[in-house]
């Protein structure tokens, strides 16, 4: 069964989620920081009247904390509401968080299709990164492609 | 059960639940009432667990529906006056609610629930107290002799009222086929299921079967007769099923000889109460209601707050654009002179340059094309700069309009969350009745206000507290009837729960004529519990003392009782009071009662909050959490701000208060703005540590020229500067206070509040998120998070040390207070008196001195006053001239003042420094100061009158035949020591001085004495310690003692008095305290009187 991937960098790693669970792609970074979060938490971001909690990607899988740059994104994931009433074909796997979160990237890479069994079981101790944190790899021609299991490292 | 099924059941238990809600109180009057049993009240309850029984039927869950129906079956026989209310039926049928309540809680695991127990309780009621009693309607038989007949369906009249549910009226219904079935578009089915749904069919004829069966469009007419019972009137019922009024007729059931009959239509078959009671809610029920999903209202104020916030970055982009339009008017203005500048530079040099004579008039028009080019780009200018300005007044207009709108509705939105306090209030006549029961007292509760409104999650969140309040006034407060009759109050207490909105605020007060609490317990309590310590127990005025019990783990009540006083509880009041935002006063009276009231917001969704910045971020601070605002120039941040144990505090009118960064304790980089208003990071290690400007402008501009260096020594070091003030914040968290020190304050905004998320649940520092304004995110600080972040407790090292920092302050500032009046007496000796007693001075012409004898008078308020010259009774020089006019100061706290001459005013001075009483001495001479002003005699006003007139110190020491008393006398302050002392002897006491409390205390164990005189206010030991030690020993119990104090508010003069003290008196008040103790000595004759020196 073919799925899509909504795909970003951190410090040029190549990642990709399920792009059901995307609900925007957002260029606006007036984030808030928040003295005393957690240092995984960029801030909050005012995304028309909602506020967005923006959680650092790369600090949550071990990396450090991201340099906004002109090509810095925010991705607003679905709430595990509004991933309810999708309709009943859809199937994700992956579960969201009940409020509204963003995640900060370095830069949004390419809409991926690939067919399912093409996703492989990630090597163990991947690049460093906790394996809790991962779905499974994609060999591509040009590079890895890492998918995440963005519910787990999203989980406080 | 399916979906649709699982909604129905939903509405029916909301709806079983507003039945369940109303029968509690009509129960409650029912038993009041007792014997007189209302039918309306029955009826009501009746119906409402009828209901209940009945749709739980349907969905087959019988325990509900069994326990409904054994309930059922108690109030039939109590309506047909078969069992008469005992509060054991009450108390069966509040149980039965009870449970009812439980299982409707999780209706689908109701069937797990036991109810054999509640079943029992009501049918033991049925047996014991069935009689032998009338049938049912035997009164509507009689009154309707030619009722119809209903013996067809072959059913007798208690089968029938078995049927019929209280309040149900019985029809005979004749229905046409095909006329009423086919001519109305209905088979026969279809006919059945209407009626079923408004009522129910006891009986028809042909059988329900064969009725179902119809078509509707048979040739064959017949009459369907069915026997059916309803609610509903006679006119609606026949309208509703599309009958005449002839088909539809009430029935009515003859109990004697088992047979039914029918009335003709429109006679009331009931009693006349009854349907009066039907048709009552009726008129209730007008009020037109539609149940809306709390979700959705949530999700409609989330919008009207995002609105809210719109409105307002619209707001600030409209001023931005006026601002910026007024500024382009200005640039215009620079802009059309530097055309016309321009312009005479063009003409000037194009006339000046010679090359270009000949050609003048091509350089006319040449001239005057450019002229026309300038007024042009001017005019196109001008047009755009005014484009911007003409849209703005209409624009203006409309913000306002859409600033109006926004905000009623988002008050119209706020409204639908709005409930009556009556959902909290409702519950307290049962409990108060419960409790009542089983303490064994009288309480009559009184409830007012229930329909003032409160947001939704404010009456939530109040339930829980208010409940403890009524309960402990129930418990605590209300004594047994007993007491209550040997204190001469009504044998039941009264309890009064109002709400009523006041200040914007709602206002709850419970009140009750109780007992009251005993404050003194209460502080015993706290202090045993180590919550206090002694010595900050006597500081708390009363109010504070009664706000202990809202602190953990204070539980008054002797007895730890089922029903309350389990030590927690109070605190857990106050925290979900404060939580609302909301506050807690408790004022009690011992013997009379207790008062507590809680001041509540009236929505949280939207709060006054102050904007402040720190590190460049932007936070709001709740306005209820704010005392005030404190702003300390950067000049006296040395002398207000000091650390006890590295911890800052700030000197608030004689109290500490400690003192917390906000950016230190978010754990956020201290930075501060230069003056070039650049963010740089702050290395002060304290508050008050302030580095050398040098140290930081190393590294600043090293191109400095010479000149802008000196500039800058020339400023104020950089700290110094205005923008280095301390802007703190007063923050409450319960009854204590702390200062936040934050960078900068802005304004006062309604802030609408965004849940925090849940990642931030271990920074406590914030209860919430809000929009501002500009768009962007700000943290919403919560008062008592961040107290606790920054390991802030109140009731340590920090608060002891402040409290005896606070006295010290005090004595010194009374020290301080030790004011001069200076002045000479035509000589150039300096003079001095304690202006603390000086009462006038007065200016006057030799001429008004009146001679007598060898003694001058003048006229003083209407009578004659002595004047003293100083010459005359010290040993002093002489004036060498004779002024003609001259002051005469007036001393009070003596009797039969006599004034002062002096000739010149010079000074009033406040000095701390000793009196130097060894130089200069005596009679009339405390001793001597040396001041800038040069050395001062300072004057004992009492020996100088008694220098001056001999008779009078005579006639006081006869007065008091004390000589010889020994006196130890305990004062701190210098200056009083000595002058009281020296009145004291003067008349013949032995005085002993202690420097405080503590020598006082120890001299007392060493020395004999017969009199305590103490200061108040002293360090260590103070006054009324030093009182309550000396009576709690066994050896000084019966010492008389006499406190001395400066300062006597109400609340003062009552702890003074607590602690056991025979009398005060006013510190420098001479006459005063010698008569006192003359009072004290006489009213203890038992006391062993010194030796009496001579008479």
Not at chain 2, 770 to 778: E, L, P, Q, S, Y
């Amino acid at each position: 069964m073919e799925k899509q991937f909504t795909t970003f960098y951190i410090d040029e790693m190549h990642c990709g989620i399920d792009i059901l669970l995307v609900k925007e792609i957002n260029r606006q970074l007036e984030i808030s920081e928040v003295a005393g979060a957690p240092v995984f938490i960029r801030g909050l971001l005012n995304l028309r009247g909602q506020i967005i909690t923006v959680i650092d990607i790369s600090v949550r899988l071990g990396f450090a904390a991201r340099k906004p740059t002109p090509r810095s994104r925010c991705i607003v994931l679905k709430t595990t509401a509004e991933l309810a009433q999708l309709p009943q074909s859809a199937e994700i796997e992956e579960e969201t968080t009940s409020e509204m979160v963003g995640l900060f990237v370095d830069r949004i890479g390419d809409m991926i299709t690939v067919d399912d069994r093409e996703i492989q079981a990630p090597p163990a101790n991947f690049g460093n990164i906790d394996s809790r944190y991962l779905s499974g790899v994609i060999q591509r021609e040009a590079d890895l492609l890492v998918i995440l299991k963005i519910g787990e490292a999203l989980s406080c | 059960m399916s979906a649709t099924d699982d909604a129905i059941l939903d509405e029916l238990i909301i709806e079983s639940k507003e039945h369940l809600e109303k029968i509690e109180p009509n129960l409650l009057a029912l038993e009041k009432e007792g014997g007189m049993v209302s039918s309306e009240i029955i009826n009501t309850i009746f119906r409402a667990i009828h209901s209940i029984k009945g749709g739980f039927g349907f969905y087959g869950l019988k325990n509900i529906q069994a326990l409904s129906h054994a309930m059922e079956s108690v109030l039939m026989q109590v309506r047909d006056g078969k069992l008469a209310i005992t509060p054991t039926m009450t108390d069966a049928l509040l149980a039965g609610v009870d449970k009812l309540r439980l299982m409707l809680d999780d209706a689908k695991a109701s069937e797990t629930c036991s109810i054999e127990a509640d079943c029992n309780r009501l049918l033991q009621l049925l047996q014991d107290g069935a009689l032998p009693a009338p049938p049912v309607v035997e009164k509507n038989a009689q009154e309707s002799p030619d009722a119809v007949s209903v013996d067809r369906f072959g059913l007798t009249a208690e089968q029938i009222c078995d049927r019929i549910r209280n309040g149900q009226h019985l029809y005979h219904l004749s229905i046409l086929c095909p006329a009423d079935l086919g001519g109305r578009n209905r088979n026969g089915a279809q006919l059945l299921t209407s009626l079923a749904e408004i009522g129910d069919i006891i009986a028809a004829d042909p059988p329900q079967a064969d009725i179902a069966a119809l078509t509707g469009e048979e040739e064959q007419p017949a009459t369907l007769t069915i026997l059916y019972a309803t609610v509903l009137d006679q006119d609606f019922l026949a309208k509703t099923m599309g009958l005449a009024d002839g088909q539809c007729v009430t029935a009515s059931i003859a109990a004697h000889g088992k047979k039914a009959q029918e009335v003709p239509a429109g006679q009331p078959q009931e009693s006349g109460e009854a349907t009066a009671a039907l048709r009552k809610p009726k008129k209730q029920e007008k009020v037109e209601t539609i149940r809306v999903k709390v979700s959705l209202l949530n999700n409609l104020m989330a919008l009207a707050g995002e609105l809210v916030l719109g409105r307002n970055q619209m707001k600030q982009a409209l001023n931005r654009k006026i601002s910026s339009a007024l500024s382009s008017t200005a640039s215009l203005k620079r802009f059309e002179a530097g055309l016309v500048n321009s312009r005479k530079v063009l003409h000037s040099s194009l006339q000046s340059d010679p090359r270009l004579k000949d050609e003048n008039k091509k350089n006319d028009r040449l001239l005057a094309s450019v002229d026309r080019e300038l007024g042009q780009i001017l005019n196109n200018f001008r047009y755009s700069l005014g484009f911007n300005l003409i849209d703005m007044p209409g624009i203006s207009g409309l913000m306002q309009n859409v600033d109006l709108v926004t905000s009623k509705l988002q008050n119209t939105i706020m409204n639908t969350r709005m409930q009556p306090i009556d959902a909290v209030f409702s519950k307290f006549p049962r409990i108060i009745r419960d409790m009542a029961k089983k303490l064994g007292k009288e309480i009559q509760l009184t409830v007012e206000g229930s329909d003032v409104e409160l947001d939704k999650s404010v009456i939530e969140t109040l339930g829980d507290p208010l409940t403890h309040l009524i309960r402990n006034c129930a418990d605590h407060g209300i004594e047994t009837p007993e007491v209550r009759i040997a204190a001469g109050k009504t044998s039941f207490g009264k309890i009064f729960l109002r709400a009523h909105h006041e200040a914007g605020l709602v206002n709850i007060d419970i009140i009750d004529d109780g007992a009251g609490l005993d404050v003194e317990r209460i502080v015993e309590k706290a202090i045993s519990t180590g919550c206090i310590t002694r010595e900050e127990a006597a500081m708390l005025t009363e109010q504070e003392a009664m706000a202990l019990i809202l602190t953990p783990g204070l539980s008054t009540a002797k007895v730890v009782s089922d029903v309350s006083g389990r030590g927690v509880g109070m605190d857990v009041v106050r925290t979900n009071i404060e939580k609302l935002g909301g506050e807690v006063v408790i004022d009690s009276t011992p013997g009379k009662g207790t008062r507590i009231n809680l001041k509540l917001p009236l929505t949280l969704a939207i709060i006054p909050s102050l904007i402040i910045s720190t590190g460049g971020r932007t936070f709001a601070v709740p306005q209820v959490n704010m005392e005030e605002l404190v702003r300390i120039r950067a000049q006296d941040i040395d002398a207000k701000i000091e650390e006890i144990q590295n911890n800052p505090v700030l000197r608030l009118r004689n109290k500490l208060l400690p003192l917390i960064r906000l950016d230190e304790t978010l754990g956020m980089e201290r930075t501060f703005v230069d003056s070039k208003g650049v963010r740089r990071p702050d290395l002060r290690q304290g508050i008050i540590d302030r580095r050398g400007s040098s140290t930081d402008s190393d590294d600043e501009n090293p191109t400095e020229t010479e000149k802008e260096m000196q500039d800058r020594r020339q400023l104020p070091p950089r700290r110094e500067r205005s923008s280095n003030a301390l802007n703190i914040l007063v923050l409450k968290v319960g009854t204590d206070r702390y200062g936040l020190i934050v960078e900068r304050l802005f304004d006062n905004e309604e802030i609408v509040v965004k849940p925090l998320s849940s990642y931030f649940s271990n920074c406590h520092f914030y209860c919430g998120t809000t929009i501002m304004g500009d768009g962007r995110v700000a943290m919403i600080l919560d008062a008592a998070g961040i107290a606790e972040a920054a390991r802030l407790r109140f009731t340590d090292a920090i608060k002891k040390e402040g409290a005896l920092q606070a006295d010290r302050f005090q004595r010194e500032a009374m020290r301080e207070s030790q004011s001069l009046l200076l002045f000479r007496n035509g000589t150039g000796e300096l003079f001095a008196v304690n202006l603390a007693m000086v009462a006038r001075i007065e200016k006057i012409h030799t001429s008004s001195i009146r001679q007598i004898g060898s003694l001058e008078y003048i006229t003083h308020e209407d009578s004659s006053m002595r004047i003293l010259r100083l010459h005359h009774f010290l040993p002093v020089q002489e004036p060498t001239a004779t002024p003609e006019t001259f002051y005469v100061i007036i001393p009070k706290l003596v009797s039969d003042p006599m004034g002062i001459v002096a000739d010149k005013i010079v000074d009033i001075i406040a000095t701390s420094e000793e009196i130097n009483r060894k130089t200069i001495r005596g009679t009339g001479i405390i001793g001597s100061l040396l001041l800038a002003e040069g050395l001062i005699v300072v004057l004992n006003i009492y020996s100088l009158f008694e220098a001056a007139d001999p008779d009078r110190a005579k006639a006081e020491i006869a007065h008091v035949n004390l000589r010889g008393l020994r006196v130890l006398l305990a004062e701190d302050t210098g200056f009083f020591r000595t002058v009281i002392h020296n009145y004291l002897e003067s008349v013949g006491y032995e005085v002993t001085v202690a420097n405080d409390g503590l020598e006082a205390w120890e001299m007392l164990g060493q020395g004999e004495y017969d009199l305590l005189v103490t200061d108040i206010v002293m360090p260590g030991l103070d006054g009324i310690e030093l009182t309550e030690r000396v009576r709690d020993a066994a050896a000084f119990s019966h010492m008389p003692v006499i406190a001395l104090t400066s300062l006597m508010g109400e609340s003062d003069r009552a702890r003074i008095m607590a602690a056991g003290v025979d009398a005060y008196e006013t510190k420098l008040d001479r006459e005063h305290l010698l008569q006192t103790i003359g009072e004290v000595m006489a009213a203890r004759p038992d006391r062993h009187l010194p030796p009496a020196g001579g008479r």
